[in-house]
C-alpha cells in the first residue's frame, strides 16, 4: 500500500526555519518527481515546489525561491523541504504528493 507521511511541521516566529520531511512506505521514491503543496485557511491548494526523479531539476514558487529548499534522500525514500526566513504567509497545512498519493498533510503555523 502507497503510503506518505509528512512531518516536521510546528509554530515558528517570523524569520524562523523548519524542515518538513516526507516518508514514503510501499513503494520506492527513486522512481518519481515529488512536490509540496500548501493549502491555507480559505485558499486554494498552491505547488510550492518540486524535484525531479533524478534530482537534477528543482522548481519553487517565486513565493518561497531563495527561502525553501527542497531535497531527496532515495536511501532513507524520503523528500525533504529545509524552509528558512518564514513569514505568515506560510502559514498553510503542507503535504507532499508524488505517485498520485497525498500525505494528510504537516501544519506550518508563523507567529510571533
Known amino acids: 500500500q502507497l503510503r506518505l507521511v509528512e512531518s516536521g511541521g510546528g509554530l515558528v516566529q517570523p524569520g524562523g526555519s523548519l524542515r518538513l520531511s516526507c516518508a514514503a512506505s510501499?513503494?520506492?521514491?527513486?522512481?518519481?518527481?515529488v512536490g509540496w503543496f500548501r493549502q491555507a485557511p480559505g485558499k486554494e491548494r498552491e505547488g510550492v515546489s518540486c524535484?525531479?526523479?533524478?534530482?537534477?531539476?528543482?522548481n519553487y514558487a517565486d513565493s518561497v525561491k531563495g527561502r525553501f529548499t527542497i531535497s531527496r534522500d532515495d536511501a532513507k525514500n524520503t523528500v525533504s523541504l529545509q524552509m528558512n526566513n518564514l513569514n505568515p504567509d506560510d502559514t498553510a497545512v503542507y503535504y507532499c504528493?508524488?505517485?498520485?498519493?497525498w500525505g494528510q498533510g504537516t501544519q506550518v503555523t508563523v507567529s510571533s
Open positions: 524535484i525531479s526523479a533524478t534530482g537534477v531539476r528543482r
Open positions: 504528493h508524488t505517485a498520485n498519493s
Open positions: 510501499g513503494f520506492t521514491l527513486e522512481d518519481f518527481a
